[in-house]
């Protein structure tokens, strides 16, 4: 007897039938072809290969809540950049982020008025200035000492009515 709820993810499932059924397989290693990790949100609205122009296997995506530079990020950019051919990073949040929109404390309320869970112990990390998160996340890996001196690192937003990329002179 299976405990996965398979009703809950028939949808997935289905859509996963249908693409194994077309899947040609591929080749790759698993090394990001493009030398390029990109941490970008979890937004549903960025398609992160796409607005790039990249290809599977081109890309190694790091996505969260607000695309912030996390410690798990700077794990993950270690790992990248020694095994995985990462050599450069383009930190991408983009425009109309709830992370951007909502203080730290609104959405804790939010959380415990709508839903009654206490959220105070996470941090969020919300932002009222995503010039300045960004400065500060493509800053902090330039100067994280166990990443490669060399690694390439840019901040870019993504206009999510426009599908624009404005870089952002850091």
Same mark, same amino acid.
Not at 65 to 86: C, E, K, M, S
């Given at each position: 007897?299976?405990?996965?709820?398979?009703?809950?993810?028939?949808?997935?499932?289905?859509?996963?039938?249908?693409?194994?059924?077309?899947?040609?397989?591929?080749?790759?290693?698993?090394?990001?072809?493009?030398?390029?990790?990109?941490?970008?949100?979890?937004?549903?609205?960025?398609?992160?290969?796409?607005?790039?122009?990249?290809?599977?296997?081109?890309?190694?995506?790091?996505?969260?809540?607000?695309?912030?530079?996390?410690?798990?990020?700077?794990? *993950?950019?270690?790992? &990248?950049?020694? @095994? #995985?051919?990462?050599?450069? %990073?383009?930190?991408?949040?983009?425009? !109309?982020? =709830?992370?951007?929109?909502?203080?730290?404390?609104?959405?804790?309320?939010?959380?415990?008025?709508?839903?009654?869970?206490?959220?105070?112990?996470?941090?969020?990390?919300?932002?009222?200035?995503?010039?300045?998160?960004?400065?500060?996340?493509? *800053?902090?890996?330039? &100067?994280?000492? @166990? #990443?490669?001196?060399?690694? %390439?690192?840019?901040?870019?937003?993504? !206009?999510? =009515?426009?599908?624009?990329?404005?870089?952002?002179?850091?």
């Amino acid at each position: 007897m299976s405990n996965f709820p398979a009703e809950a993810f028939s949808d997935v499932l289905a859509g996963n039938r249908d693409y194994a059924q077309a899947y040609e397989g591929m080749s790759l290693t698993g090394r990001a072809l493009k030398g390029l990790a990109m941490v970008t949100c979890m937004d549903s609205r960025i398609a992160p290969l796409a607005c790039v122009g990249m290809a599977p296997g081109d890309v190694k995506i790091l996505r969260n809540a607000g695309a912030r530079v996390t410690d798990d990020v700077l794990r *993950t950019l270690v790992l &990248a950049t020694y @095994l #995985l051919g990462v050599n450069r %990073v383009l930190v991408m949040p983009h425009t !109309d982020c =709830k992370m951007a929109s909502a203080t730290e404390q609104d959405i804790h309320r939010t959380i415990l008025n709508e839903f009654g869970v206490d959220t105070r112990s996470e941090e969020f990390r919300t932002v009222d200035d995503q010039l300045a998160a960004l400065e500060y996340d493509v *800053t902090r890996i330039r &100067a994280y000492p @166990l #990443l490669p001196k060399d690694l %390439v690192v840019g901040g870019a937003i993504y !206009d999510v =009515k426009t599908g624009n990329l404005n870089v952002i002179d850091i």
